[in-house]
């Protein structure tokens, strides 16, 4: 289906970022993704409208620095780097940032990805809302300051989340238990932050401020072989919820 | 539809728990639950076939030793309190644990939710486990060690969870910018538990040991009048999930 009017984009990576939007590009008419080899640049299509360097975010400036001449807008998919990254181009640049865990073996639905986009100019910024609108329903603008506290925000909500199920996991697999037997709860939880904010929505027994079980669970953790950090991480967080939430009445 | 034969439960409690497992039992053929005042027993069947115990934990004791002499099997509902408590009684005794968070104004799901069941006899755990299977497709045995580990797993994969989803709306509603856009990700690093361990689908600067990304993350919290709680809380599980991951390349 591809035409002459296609939109090719340089995609520059090998990583998971790279690979899922050359997929989603891949599937939307009119357009027309490459992949290109970070190292070598082979592949590069200078004619392109779009070159969006996906790699780490270390490598994006030297990346950055090496491209080929090209008329395309450049840009990165960094949550957590400044688009100023990018000063050392002539070209119009920006950002593409979809906020989104990636992993190579686990398919997606990429229309509900939030994709968070700056540009150097407005009719950049246009074009690349534009663009990410093909592939999402969910485009918004994101200066740096803005894209930087969303990624922060991904970091206690996602990756530091995972690590609590880790933890969880390591416990129950001690007594021969399942992780999916948490997977209610976890997800009621998640869905119950639909309704309400999950400063209001906080149970257990910090909020409680009920130190028996607290005590209980510690004891618990000690005696099973809890390691010393999920211990500290337990005590830190049931302090923190303690300092938070003032002493209430039973809340289960 | 209630009949002579009809099973009849005593409720004794007036928590989130106690609603909801009335309401549970409400919607069976062949069961009929009575809510009973935990102060006055007021409500109280003494030709009940279950007793169900579902008050705060530091309560169960007093409530137990209180209750009305009875033919019916007594039960408690708490995840983290031993059979032991209703040592007291001699009637058949057990623990009839509903794995959820429940909150009075949200509708559940109660065929999915585990049901954890322990009982003095087998003939009581085998009823038990009976009645659990009326409601739900998701019963199991465990003993006071398992249910206790349970519990404790819950409370980080789900009360800690919530806790740090808190810290991200904090972050956000600075910017502006709304929680929602956090559902995705979320979503999408729960549903990955399905297909890998979450110790194998951790991500994030911490498990790449990107020093710089994490300097400029605590850099932006305290630009950005974050709590002390929430750095500690930043510095701490970053510190130990670098402790448990050796270094790597590479991952995103």
Redesign the interface.
């Known amino acids: 289906m591809k035409d002459n009017k296609s939109i090719i984009i340089n995609i520059i990576g090998r990583?998971?970022?790279a690979s899922h939007l050359f997929k989603a590009f891949e599937s939307i008419e009119g357009i027309s993704p490459v992949i290109v080899n970070p190292h070598t640049f082979e592949g590069f299509n200078p004619e392109a409208t779009v070159t969006i360097i996906s790699v780490?975010?270390?490598a994006i400036a030297d990346i950055c620095l090496r491209l080929p001449r090209t008329k395309s807008i450049i840009v990165h998919t960094s949550g957590?780097t400044p688009i100023d990254i990018l000063s050392g181009r002539l070209e119009p640049k920006g950002v593409f940032y979809p906020?989104?865990?990636?992993?190579k073996?686990?398919a997606?639905d990429y229309s509900?990805?939030?994709f968070f986009i700056e540009a150097s100019d407005t009719a950049t910024e246009q074009f690349l809302m534009n663009l990410a609108s093909k592939i999402s329903t969910?485009v918004?603008k994101?200066d740096s300051?803005?894209r930087?506290?969303?990624?922060?925000?991904?970091?206690?909500?996602?990756?530091?989340?995972?690590?609590?199920?880790?933890?969880?996991?390591?416990?129950?697999q001690?007594?021969g238990?399942d992780?999916n037997?948490?997977?209610?709860?976890?997800?009621?939880?998640?869905d119950?932050?639909a309704?309400?904010?999950?400063?209001d929505?906080?149970?257990?027994?910090?909020?409680?401020h009920?130190t028996?079980?607290i005590k209980?669970?510690l004891d618990?953790?000690k005696e099973?072989g809890a390691s010393e950090?999920?211990i500290?991480?337990?005590n830190?967080?049931t302090?923190?919820?303690m300092?938070?939430y003032p002493r209430i009445d039973?809340k289960?």
């Not at 930087?148 to 129950?172: E, K, M, P, Q």
């Not at 309704?195 to 400063?199: E, G, S, T, V």
């Not at 929505?201 to 409680?208: D, L, M, Y």
Request: glycine residues 4%; positive net charge.
């Open positions: 990583g998971n970022v780490t975010d270390n957590s906020f989104q865990t990636f992993s073996e686990k997606l509900t990805i939030p969910n918004h994101a300051v803005k930087r506290s969303i990624h922060v925000a991904g970091v206690y909500a996602c990756n530091f989340v995972n690590y609590l199920w880790s933890i969880s996991d390591t416990i129950l001690k007594q238990i992780f037997v948490l997977l209610p709860l976890i997800q009621e939880t998640l119950k932050t309704i309400m904010k999950p400063m929505g906080q149970t257990g027994p910090a909020v409680r009920d028996e079980t209980a669970h618990f953790l099973n950090d999920a500290k991480i337990y830190l967080i302090a923190s919820i300092n938070s039973s289960k």
